[in-house]
C-alpha cells in the first residue's frame, strides 16, 4: 500500500503545482483556438507550441534516461477516422463551455459558478457515452487504417529524435522570424500574481515530465468523469450500471514507482485510473483555489443568464462524450500526445480546429448577449 | 483644465469571451470621447482573463489601460493614449 499512497500524495502536489500555475497564467487552451478564430490572436498558440516542444524534448529525455522502449502507447490506441470526428465534437464543446477539462477544474478552485455546470455536463456526458460504447467500439475498428502502431516514429520506422529535432528546428525559426508573437503581451507586469501564458508553458512542461517519472505516461483526468458517472449510478440505477458493457472494461496500468499492474477502468471501484487521476483533480481545484486565495482573488462569481449557463451545460456534455469518443481530452492528446507523434493526437487536433470554429459561431449566434450578435 | 467625466461600465458573471466583446463594445461606443480625453471608462469585471485581453485589446486601438484589483474583482481602467 505504501508506494500507492506515495504515487497519490505526489500526484496531488503535481496537481497542485498545475493547478497554480494555470490560475495564475490563465493557461486555457480553449481560448488559444477560440481566440485565434474570432480575434486572430497568436500569443495562445505560441505558448501551446512552446509547451508541446520543449515536452517532445524533456518526455524523450526521460523516456531515453529511464530506458524504457515507450511509454504512454496504450492511451491513444491504434489511428482510427473517428478520432477526427471526436475531436471535432470535443472543440465545439469546449467553446460552449468557456473552458477544457482541465480548464473547469482550476476555474471552479478560483471560484466560478459556471464550471460547476461544466463540471456536471461533463459527467453527463460520460455517461452518455457508457450508452453508445458498444456500437462506437465496433465503428472505431471498422475506420482504423495504416499499420497498427500509436505514433509517427513507430509508423515511419525513424527514431523518435529525428522527430523531435525537425520539432525544435520547425519551432527555433518560428521564434527567429517572428518573436514578437512569442513575447509576453506588454503591462503584464502591472496585475500582482500574474504569469504570461509562455512563463507557465515553460512550467507546465515540467509538471508534465514529473507526471510521465512519477506515472510513466502524461497528464490525464476525463477517465474520472466516468467514474463519477458510474458512481452515481451504483446509487440510482445499479441494475443498469451492472448491464452497460463500457463501465465494466478494464485495462492493466502500470506505474514506475508501484510493483505490478493495477487494474484500470471506469467501473465504479478504487483502481489505477482513482489512484492516479483523482489526486490529480483535487490537486488542480485546491491548488487555483490557494493561489487565488493568496493573492486575495478568491471569491465566488456572479451568477450568469440561463442562455450563458445552458451553453456550458451543453458545451460539458459535449466534451465528457468526445473525450471518450476520441480515446482522450485535449490535454491529453495535446499536451501528452503530440511530443510524442501519436497519430491519434495529430487527428483529434485536425477535428478540434473546425470544431472550435464551428463552437465559435455557435456562441456568436446563439449564446453572447443579444447586441453582440454580429 | 477639463475635468474628465467617468462613465462605468459593469461585466459579471460573463462565459469567455463576452467580457471583452461587451467591454470593446463600450469602448467603440465611447471612442471618440476617449480618444480627446474626454472621458475615461471604468469597466468592472469579475473575470481574470479579461484583466490580460482588455487592455491588450484598447493598447491595439490606441488607448491606454490601467488594471487595479478591487474587492469584488477587477477595475479596467481605459483613457486616452498617451502620445
Known amino acids: 500500500m505504501f508506494p500507492v499512497l506515495t504515487t497519490m500524495l505526489l500526484g496531488l502536489f503535481l496537481g497542485l503545482l498545475a493547478g497554480a500555475i494555470m490560475q495564475r497564467s490563465d493557461f486555457c487552451m480553449t481560448a488559444t483556438f477560440r481566440d485565434f478564430f474570432l480575434f486572430r490572436s497568436t500569443t495562445l498558440l505560441a505558448s501551446l507550441l512552446i509547451l508541446v516542444t ?52 482550476y476555474r471552479l478552485g478560483s471560484g466560478s459558478r459556471l464550471a460547476l455546470w461544466a463540471l456536471i455536463g461533463l459527467i453527463a456526458g460520460s455517461a452518455l457515452y457508457a450508452e453508445i460504447h458498444p456500437f ?8 482504423s487504417f495504416g499499420p497498427q502502431t500509436v505514433t509517427l516514429p513507430q509508423w515511419s520506422g525513424l527514431p523518435p529524435w529525428v522527430f523531435v529535432l525537425s520539432l525544435m528546428v520547425a519551432t527555433g525559426l518560428l521564434i527567429f522570424w517572428r518573436p514578437q508573437t512569442f513575447a509576453p503581451l506588454p503591462g503584464w507586469r502591472e496585475m500582482k500574481g500574474y504569469i504570461p501564458p509562455l512563463y507557465a508553458a515553460l512550467a507546465l512542461a515540467g509538471v508534465g515530465a514529473l507526471s510521465v517519472i512519477l506515472y510513466g505516461r502524461s497528464l490525464g483526468v476525463t477517465t474520472s468523469y466516468a467514474k463519477l458517472a458510474a458512481h452515481l449510478e451504483q446509487l440510482l440505477i445499479p ?17 514506475p514507482f508501484v510493483p505490478g499492474p493495477l487494474i484500470a477502468g471506469p467501473g465504479p471501484t478504487f483502481d489505477g485510473i482513482a489512484v492516479m487521476q483523482y489526486p490529480l483533480i483535487i490537486g488542480i481545484i485546491l491548488g487555483s483555489a490557494l493561489s487565488a486565495w493568496q493573492l486575495g482573488e478568491w471569491r465566488w462569481s456572479a451568477a450568469a443568464n440561463w442562455r450563458q449557463t445552458s451553453s456550458v451545460l451543453v458545451g460539458g456534455l459535449l466534451m465528457g462524450l468526445a473525450s471518450r469518443m476520441a480515446a482522450g481530452c485535449n490535454i491529453q492528446h495535446l499536451w501528452g500526445g503530440l511530443p510524442i507523434f501519436s497519430v491519434q493526437s495529430l487527428l483529434f487536433l485536425a477535428g478540434i480546429l473546425p470544431g472550435v470554429w464551428l463552437g465559435g459561431r455557435l456562441l456568436i449566434r446563439w449564446v453572447l448577449p443579444e447586441n453582440l450578435r454580429r | 483644465m ?54 491588450n485589446a484598447v493598447r491595439n486601438m490606441g488607448f491606454d489601460a490601467k488594471v487595479r484589483k478591487e474587492e469584488d474583482g477587477y477595475l479596467i481602467q481605459v483613457c486616452a493614449g498617451r502620445d
Open chain 1, 54 to 105: 520543449l515536452s517532445a524534448i524533456l518526455f524523450e529525455l526521460v523516456r531515453t534516461l529511464a530506458g524504457t522502449e515507450s511509454f504512454a502507447l496504450p492511451v491513444f490506441g491504434v489511428p482510427s477516422l473517428v478520432t477526427v470526428f471526436g475531436g471535432g465534437l470535443f472543440g465545439v464543446g469546449m467553446v460552449l463551455a468557456g473552458g477544457c477539462v482541465v480548464g473547469t477544474l
Open chain 1, 239 to 255: 441494475g443498469h450500471l451492472a448491464a452497460t458493457p463500457f463501465f465494466q472494461t478494464q485495462t492493466p496500468i502500470v506505474f
Open chain 1, 136 to 143: 462506437w467500439s465496433t465503428l472505431k475498428k471498422m475506420t
Open chain 2, 2 to 55: 477639463n475635468k474628465v467625466k467617468i462613465e462605468k461600465f459593469d461585466v459579471y458573471g460573463q462565459v469567455c469571451p463576452s467580457t471583452l466583446l461587451l467591454a470593446l463594445r463600450e469602448v467603440n461606443r465611447l471612442q471618440d470621447e476617449l480618444h480627446r480625453g474626454e472621458v475615461q471608462l471604468d469597466i468592472r469585471t469579475d473575470n481574470r482573463f479579461a484583466t490580460a485581453t482588455i487592455p
